[in-house]
């Protein structure tokens, strides 16, 4: 459906694309144009290149200005707009004397909107290698990144690797390539270990955990280095952390969980990945047994700093460890909590989600609007929802490209030498389309991401049930073998945690929050369990 | 343990009041020191005021260097002085014991009330001892600090600071000012110190230090002859009490535990 629509608009900007000419251009238009356009007088320039589009009759300049329609319309921030000649002039083909430019201007265009879909679906259709050879290889390289990310997205990693790879290494996307092929080998990774095939999960990992450590490479680890490369390569920052991050889970897919506690104590506390690191790390915790550890992981998590965050697993694992030690008081208060707090949304969330009567632009608000009435049916969504939807990177990347869009029909409008011209009608008609788009895309991904959080919590409901049973199972063995049912009468309480050294601090615990603890609690818990029962 | 909470807002730093606690679990917290002070070197500079002196009040200017042996014991050198550093004055000619001229080069100093009810209403003079100040000290002592803490101010601010005690002992040369308005060196007696004080970190490089010392020694000035009374010797137990406010820098020591990251 949504494929429909985005050939829909491309066949809608190649029809403007190839409207033909109904008169004669006055001789020498053509020049004034450029004259114009060399003069920075863009929105002058722009009028005359599309006069001369539209009436040369000669096909060399018609296809010179198409070009610098495009080129003057994306000089003047109106990316949407120059979109629309820039793939004028990339689906005509080799035949067309500007067709590489038209290429990489549709790859600036993508830069600028952060589009990442749209555009990499249209290069791609049109990919042709032979062609793309002669052109600049910074711009091929960000032409190979874009297919690599639309293939993986369709899950084809084997040609999504081929394009990753062709990623010049002096291109400023380069280390976002090599993440992308990381994260292909994680999920290959992944895909094996459920297949169960051992030797090829650790060898997809390992290429993964190779790549990731080639990213953190490009930092020298000396700040000069750091600096240079924060300098070459895009968001090369943010990828820094995300490697450490995905080392962590890749050795967690490996099994090695000491590794993984690692890396994912390297996350920087309070940052943007933390909270994610918080509970992966207490997962580690766990499969090392080291409960106490994983039960301080989740009460930084469980903490009113992160109050509003949505992680439903989080108390089904603290219920889980509970479980493991024999305190099944405690572990049905976890699933209390999570009863309490994420099944009791299910029916207002089934009701939004499958609601038929909404339409995708209803959706879209969730999304594009910073404050929702009252009588917007968006409004119905928890707070913890919304807000674990709004922290989907692709969100801002929507609602910069609403801004833009918003940004270019004012301009539009404003622009006096266009007022009454065909050209202005045109192009509000390309921005008036692309955010009727927009918003149908916004809102298909809020319905999407509606459903996915219910089936989440539908998932995880079930978990419950089934530790909820396993507890009744336990405590009547209890009952059978003549022991209290009260966990304090059985077992002792664990010393507190050993003090490496002088350097440490000690502090205990007494119910108040102290911001600069939070990601160093460690639990003591009863061992509660009859002997023999783990 | 060394917990020292100066919650000078009531409420806790995160607000929202935390779940009973299961009587089958503790929370911990064990977390690196954020200002580990062990093998560093600290030097100070302070300003300081005597508050104890019954007869007299006067100022200092103190530099100390502490080494940390480790986060509890540190050595400190300090040296104080309360006059233009090695200045005398101008030596009257054929005094004994010699006489100086020069009052600007204290850094302040007057008598209290006290002294002027003892001068003017008691028709007494106080003894040339009791009069004795401090000119320069330079002694060495051990500090002790058992107690590290964190405070919170309205909940914006979060600090750490360590409170400390300090004993030592060194030498200072003291002074009195006679009748004639002269300055008499009084030679360099042994001092005993004892002071506590604390330290608040600022960065991991420094901290301001409040410091409150005592200075004890044995004054044992010469009364010169007057018509009534012979010359003769006092000696008095003195102890100056001097609070002092300073800078710390601290340098040294173990890295803190940070892993390089590059973001």
Known sequence: ?534 | MKKLYISIASIALLSAPAAAQSPNERVHVLQKRDYSVKNKFEVSAFGGLSIDDIFTQHYSATLSLDYHLDEAFALELMWMTCKVPFALGDKVEGSDPAEYKGDNLRFGNHYTDAYDEVKNDAKLSPSNADLAMINNFLGLSVQFSPIYGKWTLFNRTLGHADFYLSAGGGVASTEFKNARGNWVDTGVYFVGTFGLGFRIFLARWFAIRLDVRDFTFAARVEREASASVEAQVDTKIRNTMFVMLGVSFLFGGEAPVEIWSPY
Not at chain 1, 5 to 10: E, G, N
Not at chain 1, 263 to 292: C, N
Not at chain 1, 301 to 330: G, M, N
Not at chain 1, 414 to 427: N, P
């Open chain 1, 1 to 534: 459906m949504r494929r429909k629509r985005i050939l829909a608009l491309f066949a809608m900007l190649s029809t403007l694309a190839a409207a033909s000419a109904s008169a004669q251009a006055p001789a020498g238009l053509i020049n004034k144009a450029v004259e114009a356009y060399n003069a920075g007088d863009l929105a002058r320039a722009a009028l005359l290149f599309y006069e001369v589009r539209m009436t040369d009759t000669v096909a060399g300049n018609r296809a010179q200005a198409e070009y610098y329609l495009g080129q003057s319309l994306f000089k003047m921030g109106m990316y949407q707009s120059a979109l629309a000649y820039f793939n004028a002039v990339f689906v005509a083909g080799p035949a067309h004397p500007y067709y590489l430019k038209g290429g990489e201007g549709l790859i600036n265009v993508a830069k600028a909107l952060r589009d990442d879909t749209l555009i990499p679906s249209q290069i791609n259709k049109y990919y042709n290698s032979q062609e793309f050879a002669g052109m600049d290889p910074m711009a091929l390289s960000r032409i190979n990144f874009y297919v690599g990310l639309l293939l993986y997205r369709q899950e084809k990693y084997g040609e999504s690797l081929a394009f990753l790879g062709a990623v010049d290494p002096k291109s400023s996307i380069y280390a976002k390539a090599l993440f992308l092929q990381a994260i292909i080998h994680t999920r290959l990774g992944v895909r094996y270990n459920l297949a169960g095939q051992e030797a090829q999960t650790q060898q997809e990992y390992d290429q993964a955990i190779k790549l990731f450590e080639q990213i953190l490479d490009l930092s020298g680890h000396t700040k000069s280095r750091a600096t240079r490369a924060l300098a070459t390569y895009e968001d090369i920052q943010r990828l820094w952390q995300l490697c450490t991050l995905n080392l962590a889970r890749s050795y967690y897919g490996k099994g090695d969980y000491a590794k993984a506690v690692v890396y994912y104590a390297r996350i920087p506390r309070f940052s943007q990945d933390w909270a994610d690191a918080l509970f992966e790390i207490g997962w580690s915790f766990y499969m090392r047994q080291e409960y106490g550890k994983s039960l301080g992981a989740l009460h930084t998590l469980h903490s009113p700093r992160f109050s509003d965050l949505f992680h439903p697993e989080s108390w089904i694992l603290k219920a889980t460890i509970y479980f493991q030690v024999c305190l099944y008081d405690e572990s049905k208060a976890a699933l209390a909590y999570f009863k309490d707090h994420y099944e009791s949304q299910l029916p207002d969330l089934k009701a939004i989600a499958t609601d038929a009567s909404l339409t995708n632009e209803q959706y879209a608000s969730l999304l594009l609007r910073d404050q929702l009435e009252a009588s917007d049916p968006m409004s119905k969504v928890p707070l913890m929802i919304r807000k674990a939807i709004l922290a989907n990177p692709r969100v801002e990347n929507f609602r910069h490209f609403l801004r833009s869009l918003d940004k270019e029909a004012k301009a539009i409008a404003d622009t006096s030498e266009w007022k009454g011209s065909r050209l202005a009608e045109e192009l509000s008609g390309v921005v008036t389309v692309q955010r009727n788009l927009l918003e149908k895309t916004a809102g298909g991904f809020v319905k999407t991401n509606l459903i996915q959080t219910f089936q989440t919590i539908q998932g995880f409901v079930g978990h419950a049930k089934m530790i909820q049973l396993e507890i009744i199972t336990r405590e009547r063995g209890l009952l059978k073998a003549n022991l209290s049912i009260k966990a304090e009468e059985r077992g002792k309480l664990a010393p507190r945690p050993h003090v490496p050294d002088e350097t440490w601090n000690y502090w205990p615990f007494r119910q108040e929050y102290w911001e600069d603890e939070l990601g160093f609690f460690q639990y003591t818990v009863r061992r509660a369990c009859p002997e023999g029962q783990q």
